[in-house]
């Protein structure tokens, strides 16, 4: 099994600032997807096969990365990207595995 | 649009038996992979179980395997999900997904539905 570690696992940012939460899985993959989460909420697809942003999602959103190593990066924070975010891999090798997910809040 | 309804949840005793049900509108079900995915309370999100297109792969990880059944009826757009020898920590709220095509990433979640195993 593939393990997904996110980090931080909690962080505030202020409006404006420049946000990276970084996914490490244990063995390379071939692409990682990401999930936010409101309280309360089903999961949305955010951002798939690494760097396609989900539909709706501001593009003040990326992800990036290759092999064991992908982040998703908000450019300027705002305050309705308050949320709890999840990295997902799935390889012909290993079970479809979430990361613990990484909350993150308004400073 | 796409919408997936789960139900059956509830309260069930620890070795009990529950069976879950989704049912899918707004897209061509036959076509699309379909999976189970949950979240015990305050925690994060945990893969239960995916099936492909016909039903004839179903794919599961350990902690369910032998417990838990994935199975679709393609004529009435529905997904279920049969939990066997239920356990305290399989309580958690239960997602309908759509897989975006097959074995991937998940492009529609449904609410979700609580199971609550206790005695």
């Known amino acids: 099994e593939i393990v997904l570690t996110q980090s931080p696992t909690t962080m505030a940012a202020s409006p404006g600032e420049k946000v990276t939460i970084t996914c490490r899985a244990s063995?390379?993959?071939?692409?990682m997807h990401w999930y936010q989460q409101k309280p309360g909420a089903s999961p949305k697809p955010w951002i798939y096969d690494t760097s396609k942003l989900a539909s709706g999602v501001p593009n003040r959103f990326s992800g990036s990365g290759s092999g064991t190593s992908y982040s998703l990066t908000i450019s300027s924070m705002e305050t309705e990207d308050t949320a709890t975010y999840y990295c997902q891999q799935w390889s012909s090798n290993s079970p479809i595995t979430f990361g613990a997910g990484t909350k993150l809040e308004l400073k | 649009e796409v919408q997936l309804v789960e139900s059956g949840g509830g309260l069930v005793q620890p070795g009990r038996s529950l069976k879950l049900s989704c049912a899918a509108s707004g897209f061509t079900f036959s076509n699309y992979y379909m999976a189970w995915v949950r979240q015990a309370p305050k925690k994060g999100l945990e893969w239960v179980a995916t099936?492909?297109?016909?039903?004839?792969?179903?794919y599961y990880p350990d902690s369910v395997k032998g417990r838990f059944t994935i199975s679709r009826d393609n004529a009435k757009s529905s997904l279920y999900l049969q939990m066997n020898s239920l356990k305290s920590e399989d309580t958690a709220t239960y997602y309908c997904a759509r897989h975006a095509g097959s074995y991937d990433w998940f492009a529609y979640w449904g609410q979700g539905t609580l199971v609550t195993v206790s005695s």
């Open positions: 063995s390379s993959v071939s692409y």
């Open positions: 099936i492909s297109t016909s039903g004839s792969r179903t």
